[in-house]
């Protein structure tokens, strides 16, 4: 079946890095745009940035544009956030979320991962 | 930016009874929403897309209905495993998500 499994989350000082990642398995990875979307403790949801199938188009929320990065191995089906930069702001549970379809511009999100939290704190 | 609005915040209703939940688009978004349920410690789960269609899997107990700038979904019969927060989705312009409505045990 479907399934997302994200890891890489922790605890990080402002300022510090982090690296999440995606690992993706039940479909055709590369066929599909794939999101992190994160929710602070108690919040909504907030997406993050996007990539196309091919890794020629991503989209950045305007609060981490610039400091966060997403990227795709299509051959390991694994999703990458690269994470720089981080403020207490950032602290969330990071989703990876699928789009509904295949080869299609991102529209809605299923499935989603179980997240990993990341904290920043000092 | 595309925002928005779900009331009521929290709904506090009975197991069986009917549940309806809104969500207001600050602008025209034709039939481009989804709804996705969340329960604690979950992640959110799709329910509806497009405004109307059922995902796969979910109960035909769940529906959603509206265009334009007014939204609905309703739960029909509500069960002890619908109680949860459910969030609105836009894709017409962006990405952007509504605050949410928490459906709580009366």
């Known amino acids: 079946q479907v399934q997302l499994v994200e890891s890489g989350g922790g605890l990080v000082k402002p300022g510090g890095s982090l690296r999440l990642s995606c690992a993706a398995s039940?479909?055709?990875?590369?066929?599909?745009?794939m999101s992190w979307i994160r929710q602070a403790p108690g919040k909504g949801l907030e997406l993050v940035s996007y990539?196309?199938?091919?890794?020629?188009?991503?989209v950045y929320a305007d609060s981490v544009k610039g400091r966060f990065s997403l990227s795709r191995d299509n051959a390991k089906k694994s999703l990458f956030l690269q994470m720089n930069s981080l403020r207490a702001d950032d602290t969330a549970v990071y989703y990876c979320?699928?789009?509904?379809?295949?080869?299609?511009?991102?529209?809605?999100?299923?499935?989603w991962g179980h997240g990993t939290l990341v904290t920043v704190s000092s | 930016e595309v925002v928005l609005t779900q009331s009521p915040a929290t709904l506090s209703l009975s197991p069986g009874e009917r549940a309806t939940l809104s969500c207001r688009a600050s602008?025209?978004?034709?039939?481009?929403l989804a709804w996705y349920q969340q329960k604690p410690g979950q992640a959110p789960r799709l329910l509806i897309y497009?405004?109307?269609n059922r995902a796969t899997g979910i109960p035909a107990r769940f529906s959603g209905s509206g265009s334009g700038t007014d939204f609905t979904l309703t739960i029909s019969r509500l069960e002890p495993e619908d109680f949860a927060v459910y969030y609105c989705?836009?894709?017409?312009?962006?990405?952007?998500f509504g605050g949410g409505t928490k459906v709580e045990s009366k």
């Open positions: 989705q836009q894709r017409s312009k962006s990405l952007t």
């Open positions: 979320a699928r789009g509904l379809q295949a080869n299609h511009f991102p529209n809605y999100f299923d499935p």
């Open positions: 990539i196309s199938g091919s890794s020629s188009y991503t």
């Open positions: 602008q025209s978004i034709s039939s481009y």
């Open positions: 039940g479909f055709t990875f590369s066929d599909y745009f």
């Open positions: 497009d405004a109307s």
